[in-house]
């Protein structure tokens, strides 16, 4: 990635709602891509003031969050597009039903998720969905259009990696990373980072990823549903297969996305940021804590 892309990123910020007890929480949530977003708030549009952090300011989407239990009922809807096969508007493409439940994930976990829903003529093709453990590595601007926002990363960090590009699995993660130094620009090409799993999807990350394709197309996307699994981090107590274990109520969590398909020169870019946990969340992380602990005794 070149520096005057690294630059052209935008963040945005917004609080996850979590309600006071996870019962409430396990629910079946619209997973398909973004064709509909049951049981997901709207956290406002990619040029809402006060979220926006820098970057192209002519990108237009709509910014979706939920966090959730996942269900033993849990399920993908509709239908998936084939490896290879062109978009239809409506089929989704990236992960299996399957993956929902198998590596890392398993039922009883907590999910928080991110949304795009793109709209105009913008369309995506590229996300890094980014957790900043400690929250200060993600800030938003003083006021859109503004270009004092940042966005870095540093020990702790995760960074999750999916394209529909160079032949890549589209709409799928394809890569972890887990920050072990500080990255002024966040950028991988700084080399303070490790990827555990290499550049193809596996059941072991903690992220799972979902598209809907243009219509007719290989590679634009017109919508995307993103989820990080909190508790297959907590899993791994630190280790480098999924990163710092680390949450708290200044844990946020952000996403770069843009239009990649013309190549990285011109493309325009953005940056986004939520935060969570909210204070109420916080004695169910402690609970989960223990009981992974005592699950591995």
Known sequence: MNKSLKRSTI???????LVASAAAHAQVVDID???SWSGWNSVGNSQTSGTWVKGSTSRTYDIYSTYFVLSAGQTVGGTR???GAAGDGVGYTGETAGSLFSGAWQAGDRIVGMGVQYTGTTRGSTFFFHRDAGGNNIAAASSFGANDGVFSHDVGD???YMTTVAGNPRGQVRQYSVWNGFSQNGSPEEGNFNVPYGNMPTAAFPTRSFA?????SMNRITSAQFFINIDAILRSNGGAAFGDADFGLSTRFGFWEGD???GWN???FSQQIFAIPAPGALALLGLAGVAGKRRRR
């Open 266 to 268: 011109g493309t325009q």
């Open 260 to 262: 990649q398909t013309t």
């Open 33 to 35: 891509g973004g064709n």
């Open 158 to 160: 995760s960074s999750s």
């Open 212 to 216: 809907v394709l243009d219509n007719g």
């Open 11 to 17: 963040v945005r910020s917004a609080a996850l709602a």
């Open 81 to 83: 597009i084939a490896n």
